[in-house]
């Protein structure tokens, strides 16, 4: 578990990340949940900070695929929190797949992960989606989450900008493995790219991937050099 801003934490899960947020009255909430069997990481990161499964009040899904979704029905199950996805990826996290085809992304990284970590027809646990989320939505999740639709690598991916701690978690629309990059794979890579760029005309502070490290310092012009023009 590491500290990207005040109250907020990266939760690696393996190759995928989580991030765990603490609202100001102590509400907890969790953005994606990482491959199957990873529960116990997140479990034993709301016992580190000296907390109860059933503290864990909201699951926000950036987007309906396996390694954000894996453990998910584990976590309500355990936890009982409500749930969160955006109208276009809910029905998928509801029946547990298909998943929607991509291609691999432009790069020789991004195309060998591609080939060894992309299976969309492997299955995962049904969960249920209590909230469907739109397009510059403000959730009463963790002191505020804003919504912003950001299609491209899947159809309902959504970025969520935790205003309080001036902090973007970006889920998919990009990675930060070995630098700010596009994510392993796209649905739609033009809708991808606009979506890239909507993210560089926002306003943050921090920002936090689905995939590689965080930027607690300085996010805003690194984005912004990556895809803060057309690509």
């Known amino acids: ?60 899904l950036t987007h309906a695929h396996p390694d954000h979704l894996g453990c998910a029905a584990a976590i309500v199950k355990r936890t009982g929190a409500i749930t969160w996805m955006h109208t276009a990826d809910a ?3 509801e029946s547990g797949g298909p998943f929607r085809p991509m291609r691999p992304s432009p790069g020789l990284v991004q195309q060998i992960g591609f080939r060894l970590f992309y299976h969309p027809n492997e299955p995962i646990a049904p969960v249920r989606i209590d909230h469907q989320m739109q397009d510059g939505e403000l959730l009463p999740v963790a002191g505020g989450l804003q919504v912003v639709h950001t299609p491209g690598h899947s159809a309902g991916h959504v970025c969520l900008m935790w205003k309080s701690g001036g902090l973007l978690i970006v889920g998919d629309a990009g990675s930060n493995v070995a630098g700010v990059s596009d994510p392993l794979g796209f649905e739609d890579r033009e809708q991808g790219r606009r979506s890239q760029r909507q993210i560089a005309s926002l306003d943050f502070q921090a920002v936090a991937f689905g995939h590689g490290r965080a ?3 300085d996010a805003l012009r690194r984005v912004r050099r990556k895809w803060g023009s057309p690509t």
């Not at 899960?13 to 199957?36: K, Y």
Request: hydrophobic content about 45%; proline content about 6%; overall charge negative.
């Open 91 to 93: 029905p998928i996290a």
């Open 1 to 60: 578990m590491k500290k990207i801003v005040e109250r907020a934490w990266l939760l690696p899960l393996g190759l995928a990340n989580s991030v765990l947020l603490e609202g100001d009255d102590g509400e907890l909430a969790l953005v994606d949940a990482g491959f199957p069997d990873h529960e116990g990481k997140i479990l034993d990161a709301l016992r580190t900070l000296g907390r109860h499964p059933e503290d864990l009040r909201h699951l926000v």
């Open 215 to 217: 930027i607690s310092r």
